[in-house]
DNA sequence: GTTTTATCGATACTATGTTATCGATAATAG
DNA sequence: CTATTATCGATAACATAGTATCGATAAAAC
């Protein structure tokens, strides 16, 4: 996007600060080893972190909080509002679709999709569920590019293949399988079970520390 | 647990073959290079990943699947059962209540709690749901110390503490806040939101390759 | 039985990410 | 106005993770 040189990791912290800031008693300005300490990460990191997108700590100070927040947001792109579709509207689809903290990442539910006629309506806060055979009409009509694919495993295959076909370029998988899409479409696996089973396993080590 | 040398970011993949192994189509044995082409990583990386945990690799036909399973299997410890709790009986606790495959990576999900008195009773599924009071009591008894937070997140601080309290150990988080917990406790955030925004920045972005 | 081929596993190298050190500086106290 | 203190930002040292090379070997072909 920018030119700015922003490591992987750095990037994947990057929304946990911006989460923080948000929720954290307000206070006119903040301080990396306050943040470090309350996200359980050095604070040297977080001053490393922040440094690439902001620029806005002073010494003695710390950071100003709100132009922190706004730093985030803009290089995080959470400005300008991207949309996105859910296919497959079983109770966890359905639980995205209505979820109504997706604007604070700049992200908006446009509609859900599900194969089942007797799903086809809308929901409870009223948004479109259509049948998937308009999936592809809808995603060309309104130029959606990213979809949210929940359904059960057996479907995910062939979900995932419709998805492509529509013209969606990254799928945020929930379903427990890795589907196999073809060059230039971007597939992330978020697998519940498995984070739950790692966070049981952490504890079992006595790994305290958040993760 | 056992002294088995193995990085973090392998541990992170694990699970990952794990998932792909149970999924395609079954084969005697499988190669390293074709695994890694499934979930776009290099070759060399899963045969280290592998190493680390089977050794049941051969030259000139590779692995052999349902070993490999069981040997991913017994590292991630999903053989023998952790229980959990859910905390918030809202669409996506109920989801998660309900889903049924949790027992492929070793957990259970025991009940839900509520504090919403018209949420208690029974889920679809035959899953209890307890009022919190009960909560404290409950994990006593049945010596739970995992729990999933998926309350609102104006709730998620004193429900996180009301967890701590009935001597929950572990939580994975849903709400989008980082509720601070005491030294010993572990808190695995995951934030839907964000994970999507990442994943519509990385196309913005062409980068191509699964995540 | 020897040669060829596909694949693993070990070692060495490179890249990336994290942590320590230290000088600079804004705010405060004297 | 000077000294002190808290904090940042840059550089350098260190640790972790990823990749390439190469020898070893099991299976298949000849």
Chains 1, 2 share one sequence.
Do not use: H, W
Request: include cysteine; aromatic fraction near 8%; hydrophobic fraction near 40%.
């Amino acid at each position: 996007m920018n030119g700015k040189q922003v490591s992987k990791a750095t990037l994947q912290r990057l929304p946990s600060y911006l989460t923080y800031l948000r929720t954290v008693p307000y206070r006119e300005n903040i301080s990396s080893a306050a943040i470090a300490g309350e996200l359980g990460l050095g604070e040297i990191q977080v001053r490393k972190d922040l440094a690439s997108v902001s620029g806005c700590g002073r010494p003695k100070t710390g950071y100003r909080t709100d132009k922190l927040i706004a730093d985030l947001e803009e290089f995080l792109g959470y400005k300008n509002i991207d949309n996105a579709v859910v296919v497959g509207c079983g109770r966890l689809g359905m639980a995205i679709l209505d979820y109504n903290g997706f604007s604070e990442y700049g992200m908006n539910i446009e509609a859900g999709f599900d194969a089942d006629e007797d799903k086809v309506g809308v929901s409870q806060t009223g948004k479109e569920i259509l049948p998937t055979e308009k999936l592809e009409e809808y995603c060309g009509k309104y130029d959606i590019k990213i979809g949210i694919l929940c359904v059960p495993p057996e479907c995910a295959f062939q979900a995932c293949r419709m998805m492509v076909d529509a013209g969606i370029k990254a799928i945020l998988n929930f379903a427990p399988v890795c589907p196999s899409a073809p060059e230039g479409i971007i597939v992330k696996n978020v697998n519940i079970a498995a984070q739950l089973a790692q966070l049981a396993n952490s504890m079992a080590n006595r790994e305290y520390s958040e993760i």
